[in-house]
């Protein structure tokens, strides 16, 4: 992944930080980001598969700080955020993907809880950090998904969390905008990562996470409120939210169906 993808503002980012960034998406931007000059901060739950995407950064010239933080600890992410230092970039990446009934709250706390917990700490840094020449004091992605546009019956958890990323985030990106803070919500449809390994029905659109990660660094360099690919899932999600819950529903029944 060469540095020339990046776009122009990523080549002026000195410092990010990144949570669930020993996988998939988030181990993609770290290796994306990683150069002489850059200092990474990075999360995550497995501290071997961590410390293996580290010493690839390592590789790469970055200077890295690794550290195994649970996202759902608001004190512990206020903590590791406060003591980062000035942070140019800072993506809330962390999520899970798993059933209905008794999974519910553990993905609430993941994938909306682990947000807050790292976009609200990282926008009181960077709103005492200085702006730069276009104003901007800091950008701040979370990891959304194409799911928080329609709600799916097998994933109403997951979807549900992901339209409150979605929405908190383009809400209040106006108002972050005037303080000199870039929020960016990025919603992807399927990438390969551990995530989607075991998923057992069509996943159209599927791409690697490297190609992924291409894509949201210039979106968030664009100062993009939403990033939203590929486009035509995107557009199809949007859609099918339009349809009456049942026959929603049914076409899900019908997909998982032939899809097993």
């Given at each position: 992944?060469?540095?020339?993808?990046?776009?122009?503002?990523?080549?002026?980012?000195r410092?990010?930080?990144?949570?669930?960034a020993?996988?998939?998406i988030?181990?993609?931007?770290?290796v994306?980001?990683?150069?002489?000059?850059?200092?990474?901060?990075?999360?995550?739950?497995?501290?071997?598969?961590?410390?293996?995407?580290?010493?690839?950064?390592?590789?790469?010239?970055?200077?890295?700080?690794?550290?195994?933080?649970d996202?759902?600890?608001?004190?512990?992410?206020?903590?590791?955020?406060?003591?980062a230092?000035?942070?140019?970039?800072?993506?809330?990446?962390?999520?899970?993907?798993?059933?209905?009934?008794?999974?519910?709250?553990?993905?609430?706390?993941?994938?909306?809880?682990?947000?807050?917990?790292?976009?609200?700490?990282?926008?009181?840094?960077?709103?005492?950090?200085?702006?730069?020449?276009g104003?901007?004091r800091?950008r701040?992605?979370?990891?959304?998904?194409?799911?928080a546009?329609?709600?799916?019956?097998?994933?109403?958890?997951?979807?549900?969390?992901?339209?409150?990323?979605?929405?908190?985030?383009?809400?209040?990106?106006?108002?972050a905008?005037?303080?000199?803070?870039?929020?960016?919500?990025?919603?992807?449809?399927?990438?390969?990562?551990?995530?989607?390994?075991?998923?057992?029905f069509?996943?159209?659109g599927?791409?690697?996470?490297?190609?992924?990660?291409?894509?949201?660094?210039?979106?968030?360099?664009?100062?993009?409120?939403?990033?939203?690919?590929?486009?035509?899932?995107?557009?199809?999600?949007?859609?099918?939210?339009?349809?009456?819950?049942?026959?929603?529903?049914?076409?899900?029944?019908?997909?998982?169906?032939?899809?097993?």
């Amino acid at each position: 992944m060469r540095g020339s993808n990046l776009g122009p503002t990523m080549h002026n980012v000195r410092s990010a930080l990144i949570t669930g960034a020993s996988s998939g998406i988030g181990h993609a931007l770290a290796v994306a980001l990683a150069r002489p000059a850059v200092a990474l901060h990075l999360s995550g739950r497995d501290t071997t598969r961590l410390e293996a995407v580290a010493e690839t950064c390592r590789t790469r010239g970055a200077t890295v700080h690794p550290a195994v933080v649970d996202v759902r600890d608001a004190d512990a992410m206020a903590a590791w955020i406060g003591n980062a230092g000035t942070l140019d970039l800072v993506v809330a990446n962390a999520g899970v993907s798993a059933g209905t009934g008794e999974q519910t709250r553990g993905i609430f706390a993941t994938n909306l809880d682990g947000v807050l917990n790292t976009v609200l700490p990282a926008m009181t840094v960077m709103a005492d950090q200085p702006a730069d020449a276009g104003g901007v004091r800091g950008r701040i992605a979370a990891i959304a998904s194409i799911a928080a546009f329609a709600p799916v019956p097998h994933a109403p958890a997951y979807c549900a969390s992901k339209a409150a990323v979605d929405f908190w985030m383009v809400a209040g990106a106006a108002d972050a905008r005037r303080r000199g803070i870039v929020l960016t919500s990025v919603c992807p449809g399927y990438v390969r990562s551990g995530m989607t390994t075991h998923n057992d029905f069509p996943m159209p659109g599927l791409m690697d996470a490297d190609s992924a990660a291409r894509i949201i660094l210039r979106g968030v360099a664009a100062g993009r409120t939403r990033v939203v690919f590929p486009w035509w899932i995107g557009f199809a999600a949007r859609a099918s939210g339009l349809l009456p819950p049942r026959l929603l529903a049914a076409l899900v029944a019908m997909q998982r169906g032939k899809a097993s």
